[in-house]
């Protein structure tokens, strides 16, 4: 079975500091995607960041940056300069074809 | 762009009666669709996919009779939950999904949800 672990159902740092939320995953494949999704309260999910699994690369965006281990099939999520408006659940997921596989949510508050 | 919008957002219904929730892409042409279903604090459960104009396709465990799926065109999907019960009150989310070149993804864009609260 494919599957998506958040070992870190909740989180709480204080703004500005950086965090990183940890997703390991499981799948046969050798080409898929990976993500981080982010759900603020209003619960509309938002594309944070995107990893294409065959690129060696680590993918970034502006604050958020990943840390990407093929080998182990770990998925880290960086946060730096963390911000109020971070505040929300973060979901890490990958797809295979259409389907998108999500984790269970790390639940991200960001102090001020 | 690439915008997908839900209605209604909400819903209040009394148990036994049918609910209609429409999904549609405002500014692109889905090739596919999908329905997801959120529990509070939980993750997103895909409960089906369906391609425009032909038979959606059910995750395991999902009442295929119970949530129909119709996928008229490729702007629009409606899911219908049928005489709905209390444990059917959620949160449902729909996502579209289109080819954005020279990306070779499919990316899948997601409306706003609709919460379902069933008396």
């Known amino acids: 079975a494919q599957t998506v672990t958040q070992s870190q159902p909740e989180m709480s740092v204080q703004e500005a500091e950086t965090v990183t939320l940890s997703c390991t995953y499981d799948?046969?494949?050798?080409?898929?995607?990976l993500f981080w999704y982010k759900q603020p309260p209003s619960r509309q999910m938002i594309l944070v960041i995107r990893?294409?699994?065959?690129?060696?690369q680590n993918a970034t965006e502006n604050r958020f940056s990943v840390n990407f281990q093929k080998a182990a099939k770990s998925f880290s999520l960086k946060i730096s300069d963390s911000q109020l408006g971070d505040t929300a659940m973060y979901f890490c997921?990958?797809?295979?074809?259409?389907?998108?596989?999500f984790g269970k949510g790390t639940r991200l508050h960001i102090l001020p | 762009g690439a915008v997908v919008s839900q209605h209604p957002s909400w819903v209040i219904c009394k148990s036994g009666t049918s609910v209609k929730i429409e999904c549609r892409s405002l500014?692109?042409?889905?090739?596919?669709m999908f329905w997801y279903r959120q529990f509070p604090k939980q993750s997103l459960m895909l409960m089906a996919t369906?391609?425009?104009?032909?038979?959606?396709?059910?995750e395991q465990g999902v009442e295929k009779d119970k949530f129909l799926i119709n996928h008229a065109s490729l702007t629009l999907s409606t899911l219908t939950v049928t005489s709905a019960h209390p444990e059917d009150s959620s949160f449902y989310i729909c996502?579209?999904?289109?080819?954005?070149?020279?990306?070779?993804?499919?990316?899948?864009?997601f409306g706003p949800g609709t919460r379902l609260t069933v008396l």
């Open positions: 996502s579209a999904s289109t080819i954005l070149a020279p990306s070779p993804y499919n990316e899948q864009f």
């Open positions: 799948t046969s494949e050798s080409n898929y995607y």
């Open positions: 990893q294409e699994a065959y690129k060696q």
């Open positions: 997921a990958f797809t295979r074809d259409d389907k998108i596989i």
């Open positions: 500014d692109f042409q889905a090739t596919t």
């Open positions: 369906s391609n425009e104009g032909s038979k959606a396709t059910y």
